[in-house]
């Protein structure tokens, strides 16, 4: 599986947007690049995934790059309840292959 | 909203007993999980179950481990002798057909003295 790699810690201010940087610069073709958080070691939870495109839902927008080496995870006006580990995730096209490989993410830390 | 619910919460074990830990994953859900997290560590995978059968499992998931789904709503892992280096939180995931997103419970916390 392609390897990822984050920046370990960041801090964002409340309300505003916080941009969370992930590389992968060895992702192959089919490969999906998931998001998950994680708050306080509860169990993690899907934010958003994408493949080529630009994604968003409620949670979150996913920009992946054109050659996709890269993508960034935005929250549009995070909260203080998004203080959580953020976690950039590659995943094999088999969707029946959901062993996924949680690095150490990004602490994130949205204050007051 | 569905959830996948754990139990217990919180176990603490003698070294060289039996656990199991229990999960109901979502109810239509047919694929299941077992992650789990050492303190301060990452979130490791330890096996994957569709159709009453492991699909894949890791190097941690050895003998002493095992999955059964005894019947149509729980899920269960049990550890058949502990040891201390085992204490971690467990997380159970589910997941239905073709969905992108794996939905995790919020853990049971194992201790072994």
């Known amino acids: 599986d392609a390897k990822t790699t984050q920046p370990p810690s960041m801090d964002c201010a409340e309300g505003r947007a916080a941009n969370l940087p992930c590389n992968h610069s060895t992702i192959s073709g089919n490969e999906y690049v998931y998001w998950y958080r994680q708050i306080h070691s509860q169990g993690p939870q899907y934010i958003i995934h994408g493949l080529k495109n630009n994604e968003t839902n409620e949670m979150a927008s996913l920009i992946i790059t054109e050659d996709r080496k890269s993508s960034t995870l935005i929250l549009p006006h995070a909260t203080l309840r998004d203080t959580a580990v953020y976690y950039c995730i590659v995943r094999p096209p088999n969707p029946n292959d959901y062993k996924l490989s949680f690095g150490a993410g990004t602490t994130v830390t949205v204050r007051a | 909203e569905p959830e996948v619910t754990q139990t217990p919460s919180h176990q603490v074990t003698q070294m060289g007993q039996e656990v199991i830990l229990r999960c109901v994953p979502i109810s239509n859900h047919l694929y299941f999980y077992w992650y789990r997290q050492i303190l301060g560590q990452k979130v490791e995978f330890l096996v994957s179950?569709?159709?009453?059968?492991?699909?894949?499992k890791s190097e941690i998931f050895d003998d002493q481990f095992s999955v059964e789904r005894p019947d149509g709503s729980n899920f269960t892992l049990k550890i058949r002798s502990t040891k201390l280096e085992d204490s971690a939180m467990y997380f159970c995931?589910?997941?239905?057909?073709?969905?992108?997103?794996?939905?995790f419970g919020e853990g049971s916390r194992l201790t072994v003295l």
């Open positions: 995931a589910s997941r239905g057909t073709g969905a992108g997103e794996l939905f």
């Open positions: 179950f569709y159709n009453n059968e492991i699909s894949e």
